[in-house]
DNA sequence: CATTGTGAACAGTTTCACAGCC
DNA sequence: GGCTGTGAAACTGTTCACAATG
């Protein structure tokens, strides 16, 4: 099967194949079968071979797969294969939080850029970045060639600021604001309710239930 | 149909509903219906009626659905009728931008008791919260009858925590570590892995794609 | 001979279409 | 007339089982 079209559901799990990948790399493994891997992940093997079938043909059979060569083609097909520059828009505690998160280096994920509407922030520096006033998203966005960002901002704020981002031509939004965003349907946004998740907890807790997760 | 084991995609769209009603209120609408709803959140109009159908008997035929009635039920459904107090291991960045959160008090979840492993930071005070040991975890959980809990520690040490927690009598974790935990499964867990959600968005946007969703 | 890739069976989720009710 | 609740149909995603293979 070749790659077109990918399911959500595979492309959320190859995510995890590659954190896992990564993980086995660090310990010195080269090879790794279905099982082994979805063993660690909480995944049936058929399922692993499923989702790695359908990015292609990269296993061998009667050995399992090479750690390297199955991550380098997973970064790949995920667009993670080289590095992308992030506008953060709303540099409050959640946004400066992320500016100084280490994972999104270690993944390949540069802040380049950093907003506020806040005047009493702007000239600032955090981390290297200067906040810069949300009315200059479109020039600074534009001049550097950012695609993808990451919205910050009270619920009230976040359609103005996702509009602002697209006509500067992002084209994928990681928004932490509880609400979700009305945008045209060639940019991608990725909603994070913070306290979504944690209804998901209070649901299966006050109706005493098993099954613990990985995965989103 | 009377809940006894709702669908894991149902309760994740209950949240929203929430949300989305708790807006509608604000504005002093009182009735809404199947199809008003779904256009607000991008949701076909009989799949809303599918979802709360399957919560109880919460609509009237001709009508639509009464915002307030409705939005008390789904929150009795979710178990958010009343407060829940959390606690959170790991007062770093992220940490101490979780404790600032406004949303999470909005939804009724309190943030009860920080832990850190940083002697550090023990004793000092965060919005009036004093960071403690992590090896208090299990006498402060325990004493203030805490269930649920968040884990904001790198990803070494978040497997430690989970066990602390869980030994403590948690019943629900959401966990920001990139890495899958393992517990006894009448435990919850949840992870949300913030590079995961962009490799979401970098995959869409390599290979230029439709689409914008809400939710999570 | 252990392990992949995959068609076929199965499970879960979404949409359709309409009877029943206000 | 407008709108819900729901069984049946369509669709999507997961698991099974086994032929193919280095």
Redesign the interface.
């Known amino acids: 099967m070749r790659?077109?079209?990918?399911p959500?559901a595979v492309?959320?799990r190859?995510?995890?194949y590659?954190?896992q990948l990564n993980a086995l790399a660090r310990d010195g493994v080269t090879t790794v079968s279905s099982n082994e891997l979805g063993q660690?992940?909480?995944l049936t093997p058929a399922q692993v071979r499923k989702d790695l079938a359908s990015v292609g043909q990269l296993g061998f059979p009667g050995v399992g797969y090479r750690v390297a060569l199955l991550a380098a083609e997973l970064r790949r097909?995920?667009?993670?294969d080289r590095d992308?520059k992030?506008a953060l828009v709303g540099v409050g505690?959640?946004g400066?939080?992320?500016i100084?998160?280490k994972?999104?280096r270690?993944?390949g994920?540069v802040i380049a850029a950093t907003f506020d509407k806040d005047p009493a922030l702007h000239g600032r520096t955090v981390e290297g970045l200067t906040i810069r006033p949300v009315e200059e998203i479109g020039a600074v966005v534009g001049r550097e060639g950012i695609?993808?960002a990451m919205i910050a901002v009270p619920a009230e704020a976040a359609q103005d600021v996702a509009d602002r981002l697209v006509a500067a031509g992002v084209?994928?939004?990681?928004n932490f604001a509880?609400?979700?965003?009305?945008?045209?349907?060639?940019?991608?946004?990725?909603?994070?309710?913070?306290?979504?998740?944690?209804?998901?907890?209070?649901?299966?807790?006050?109706?005493?239930?098993?099954?613990?997760?990985?995965?989103?």
Chains 1, 2 share one sequence.
């Open positions: 790659t077109s079209e990918l959500r492309t959320y190859l995510s995890l590659v954190r660690a992940l909480g097909a995920l667009g993670t992308w992030i505690h959640l400066s939080a992320l100084r998160h994972g999104f270690e993944q994920f695609r993808l084209k994928g939004i990681l509880a609400v979700g965003l009305d945008v045209r349907d060639d940019v991608q946004t990725s909603t994070v309710d913070l306290s979504m998740h944690l209804e998901q907890l209070t649901y299966h807790v006050t109706s005493l239930k098993r099954g613990g997760d990985h995965g989103p």
